[in-house]
């Protein structure tokens, strides 16, 4: 599994799966948005 850790907004890498087919299948891409939603998670509140 890929660590969350936006550096200087780099784009995080996409996670795929290999199945048994041999087939590939995308699990979780990730983008701004989720970049938005990790920022909020840290907010600081006075």
Do not use: H
Request: hydrophobic fraction near 35%; include cysteine.
């Amino acid at each position: 599994m890929v660590k969350l850790n936006w550096f200087n907004g780099l784009k995080m890498p996409s996670v795929y799966c290999e199945l048994t087919t041999e087939k590939i299948e995308k699990l979780n891409e990730f983008g701004y948005t989720d970049f938005k939603r990790s920022l909020s998670q840290w907010a600081v509140s006075s």
